[in-house]
């Protein structure tokens, strides 16, 4: 069993960053790829960013390509996303997720159903 806690979420000014972090409770951390998904109200939750276990490969969505940046860090068992030139549209509660099976047709995890854990959530508002 893997639990994920993150923390970092806030109310931001558009253009801000904030960086959010997700601790996870597992001695297979190095196994684990690590995903960030979020849900805005009336929304379905999306996929946003994800890195793979060893940490060569990450994936986007366009939308935040360029602004945010994910990675893991094995020494410490936490997988952060770095969230820079922040928009309204990317207020939404965000969730850590993390896959020790995936071995899809490409390097890294995308889909919800793709990943087996998952935290809690942490909220981020940005003010325009």
């Known amino acids: 069993q893997v639990q994920l806690v993150e923390s970092g979420g806030g109310l931001v000014q558009a253009g801000g960053s904030l960086r959010l972090s997700c601790a996870a409770s597992?001695?297979?951390?190095?196994?684990?790829?690590m995903g960030w998904f979020r849900q805005a109200p009336g929304k379905e939750r999306e996929f946003v960013a994800g890195?793979?276990?060893?940490?060569?490969?990450?994936y986007y969505a366009d939308s935040v390509k360029g602004r945010f940046t994910v990675g893991k860090n094995n020494n410490n068992n936490t997988a952060y996303l770095q969230m820079n030139s922040l928009k309204p549209e990317d207020t939404a509660v965000y969730y850590c997720?993390?896959?020790?099976?995936?071995?899809?047709?490409?390097?890294?995890?995308?889909?919800?159903?793709?990943?087996?854990?998952w935290g809690q959530g942490t909220p981020v508002t940005v003010s325009s």
């Open positions: 997720a993390a896959t020790l099976t995936f071995s899809g047709p490409y390097a890294v995890a995308r889909a919800d159903y793709e990943y087996e854990y």
């Open positions: 597992t001695r297979t951390f190095y196994s684990a790829s």
């Open positions: 890195i793979h276990w060893r940490g060569e490969s990450t």
